[in-house]
C-alpha cells in the first residue's frame, strides 16, 4: 500500500491564482480530512470528509474548497490564493468506527503565495 | 468547539534525561487523546494514544497520563535520546460521528547529546 500520497511537494503560486491539491489513499479508509500547518499554530482543520460525497467544513474553511467524489481522492482546492494562505498542507485519513481514531497523514505540500 | 492547549512550546533535555508535555482540553465529551511525533520536513505519526476510560499507558520509554476530572494529560519520555528531537502534537477527540480532532499547538523537543 501506498498509504496517503499528496501531490505536489512544492508548489508556488501568484497572490490570485488557483490550483488544486491532490490528495488521494489506497487503505480503503472512509474519512479524509486537510489540515494546514503554520509555526507555532499546530494542525488546523481546513475541511474534512466522511464518505464519498460528503463533506463539511473545519476550523479554517475560508478560501478553500472540496469535493468527494470517490472514497479514494480528496482534492483541496484554492480559488484565489492570498499570501495567508502561504502554509504547509497535510492530508490525513482514518478508518471509521469508534474504535479507529489514528490518523494517517501524507507527506505535506509546502505552498508559497508571492 | 474543542480547545486544546500545550505547555511548553519548546523543551530542551540533556540525553538521558525525562522530558514531560502537558495538554489541556475543554470539551468534556472528548474521549480519545492521540500523541503525534513530526521529525523535520516530515509528516505527523502516531506515537501513542489513551482513551478516556484508562488513566495511564505505557510504551516502552513513552507513557502518557489522563485526568478527565481536571481534563488535562501529558506525555512523559523516559531516558531521552537524540531521536527524540522533534515536534510532539497532543489532541483531542470525541467519538462521534467523524471524530474531530483538534491539535495542541507543538512542542519542540531537543534532546542534547
Known amino acids: 500500500n501506498a498509504g496517503v500520497t499528496q501531490t505536489p511537494k512544492f508548489q508556488v503560486l501568484k497572490t490570485g491564482q488557483s490550483m488544486t491539491l491532490q490528495c488521494a489513499q489506497d487503505m480503503n479508509h472512509e474519512y479524509m480530512s486537510w489540515y494546514r500547518q503554520d509555526p507555532g499554530m499546530g494542525l488546523r482543520l481546513i475541511h474534512y470528509s466522511v464518505g464519498a460525497g460528503i463533506t463539511d467544513q473545519g476550523e479554517v474553511p475560508n478560501g478553500y474548497n472540496v469535493s468527494r467524489s470517490t472514497t479514494e481522492d480528496f482534492p483541496l482546492r484554492l480559488l484565489s490564493a492570498a499570501p495567508s494562505q502561504t502554509s504547509v498542507y497535510f492530508c490525513a485519513s482514518s478508518p471509521p468506527g469508534r474504535q479507529y481514531n489514528e490518523q494517517f497523514f501524507g507527506p505535506g505540500t509546502r505552498l508559497t503565495v508571492l | 468547539g474543542e480547545n486544546v492547549e500545550q505547555h511548553p512550546s519548546t523543551l530542551s533535555v540533556q540525553e538521558g534525561d525525562s522530558a514531560v508535555i502537558k495538554c489541556t482540553y475543554s470539551d468534556s465529551a472528548s474521549n480519545y487523546f492521540p500523541w503525534y511525533k513530526q521529525e523535520l520536513g516530515k509528516r505527523p505519526q502516531l506515537i501513542i494514544d489513551i482513551r478516556s476510560n484508562v488513566g495511564e499507558k505505557k510504551d516502552q520509554r513513552i507513557a502518557v497520563t489522563l485526568n478527565k476530572t481536571a481534563k488535562h494529560f501529558s506525555l512523559h519520555i523516559t531516558e531521552t535520546q537524540p531521536e527524540d528531537s522533534a515536534v510532539y502534537f497532543c489532541?483531542?477527540?470525541?467519538?462521534?460521528?467523524?471524530?474531530?480532532?483538534?491539535f495542541g499547538t507543538g512542542t519542540k523537543l531537543q534532546v542534547i547529546p
Open positions: 489532541a483531542a477527540s470525541d467519538s462521534g460521528g467523524y471524530q474531530k480532532v483538534t
